[in-house]
Structure formats: C-alpha cells, structure tokens
C-alpha cells in the first residue's frame, strides 16, 4: 500500500541548516506537503509543492522534490530554537493524505 | 477568528466505556475531518464530514466507532466500548468549502486503562 517515510529524530546545533527528509510510495500524488507539529499543539501547514515543481522557496524554507526517486526534503536554513518540533510529511491529491510518522527536530546550542 | 477547538484534550477511560471527543471548527469552516495517531506513526484518516453529512468514512473501524456533524453544534467522535488499542492522539481538522487547506486542532489524547 501507500506510505511516507521520515527518520525519527534529527539534531542540529543553532543556527545550522536542518534538512528533513521524506520518501513516499504514490507517484499519482498531485501535493506534498510538510507540517510542523509544536508541542501541545495542532499541525501547522508550513508548506506544500505540486507534484510537477522541483523546488520551492518560502524564506528560511526550501522544498526539493525529486519525483524520480520519489524523495521530498525540507530545509530550514538558520535553525533557532523555536523551530523546535516535530516535522510531518504528507502526500495525496485530495483530503485523503498519507502521513509520515514524523521527524522530531532537536536544537543543541 | 479562533482556531479548530478540540476537547477534552487528554481522557483517561477504562476498557469498556464510552469516549467521546468533541470538535469545534474554524468560523465558516463547513468541513471536518477526524484521524488518529499511534505512537510513533503518521496520521491516518478516519472520517470527513460536512455538516449532517458523512462524505468519507472509509477510514472508521465498522464496529464501536461512529462520528456526526450535527447541523448546530460540534462534531463528535464516538467510541463505544474502548479497549486498549484505541488508546490513541486524535486529531479534528476543519477546512472551508471549495478549499483542501486542512487546519488541525491540538489533538484529544485519549488513553484506555
């Protein structure tokens, strides 16, 4: 069946770049997306890409798409603290997304 | 505008009891979506719902789980007799007509004793 896929943990120390990586099963999906995930709060949409862009940039933010291998990657440039979370990919083409299990974004100072 | 309301946030039940998690949606906001997470997994779809509406329950167990979206009122996720799989994080999401963009509550974390 469908699935994403995220390692569980990353560590950077501040003011790295964090880059959080996702691969997914689907390739009819249209939109992927990456949500962040605060404790004791709901998921936030951080951004998305359609399915026939390579990149995309939202300031501290860039999304590469490989299509080919299948492969969805969110780098954060400048990591601070309060980027601290947890970080969901998610594919689909409609309301129903496949959801990865999470990366927990760790910052050491 | 407040954000999607999810209540409680955390509820304890012994096995066989009744859980019932409740669901606000965003002002204007005529669409709600309900999906659960295990520990350490993704989100999984439940259900999605319009107003007195079930459009997809493909993703509702078929037994002990039921949902609605009464025309007045939050929407409702309804377990009957929980046993300790379901100890779970649910999460309610609501989104605008004629929109995909799904904005998520906190989440109800419920777990079975």
């Known amino acids: 069946g469908e699935d994403v896929e995220q390692s569980l943990f990353l560590s950077v120390r501040e003011g790295d770049s964090s880059v959080i990586n996702c691969t997914y099963t689907?390739?009819?999906?249209?939109?992927l997306y990456w949500y962040k995930q605060e404790p004791g709060a709901g998921l936030q949409l951080l951004t998305y890409i359609f399915s026939n862009m390579d990149m995309k940039q939202d300031q501290r933010l860039t999304v590469l798409l490989n299509k080919k291998d299948k492969h969805l990657s969110l780098r954060i440039a400048d990591t601070q603290t309060g980027d601290s979370a947890i970080y969901f990919c998610a594919e689909g083409g409609n309301y129903q997304l496949i959801w990865g299990a999470g990366t927990k974004l760790i910052i050491k100072p | 505008n407040a954000g999607v309301m999810q209540n409680p946030r955390h509820l304890v039940r012994r096995r066989g009891q009744e859980a019932r998690l409740r669901c606000s949606p965003m002002k204007g906001h005529s669409h709600v979506y309900w999906y659960r997470q295990l520990p350490e997994e993704g989100l999984k779809f439940m259900v999605y719902l319009q107003k007195e509406n079930i459009i997809d329950e493909s993703g509702m167990p078929k037994e002990r789980f039921s949902a609605e979206f009464p025309k007045e009122g939050p929407s409702i996720l309804r377990i009957q007799q929980v046993v300790r799989g379901d100890s779970a994080a649910y999460f309610c999401?609501?989104?605008?007509?004629?929109?995909?963009?799904?904005?998520f509550g906190p989440g109800t974390r419920l777990t079975v004793l």
């Open positions: 689907d390739s009819s999906s249209t939109y």
């Open positions: 999401a609501s989104s605008p007509p004629l929109d995909n963009e799904q904005f």
